[in-house]
């Protein structure tokens, strides 16, 4: 199952959810004080994927730990 990473609105806690593909924001809650009010985040893997010949190459994605 994929990562997604989501910000509370409520009290600016950035988390990462392990959800299924698909899976609605409306599911998640700020696991620091527990708002439904949450945004998702564009995860970088996703936005590095399809992108070649980039000219900066960093740790793309760095899965585990945590
Ligand atoms: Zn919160």
Redesign the pocket.
Same mark, same amino acid.
């Given at each position: 199952m994929p990562i997604y990473e989501y910000r =509370?609105t409520? =009290? $600016?806690?950035d988390f990462s959810l392990l959800q299924k593909m698909g899976a609605s924001a409306a599911e998640a809650l700020?696991p $620091? =004080?527990?708002?439904p009010k949450?945004e998702k985040l564009i995860s970088a893997c996703a936005v590095n994927s399809g992108s070649v010949g980039s000219p900066a190459s960093g740790p793309a994605c760095s899965m585990g730990g945590g």
């Open positions: =509370c409520a =009290c $600016n806690e700020c $620091n =004080c527990g708002s949450v």
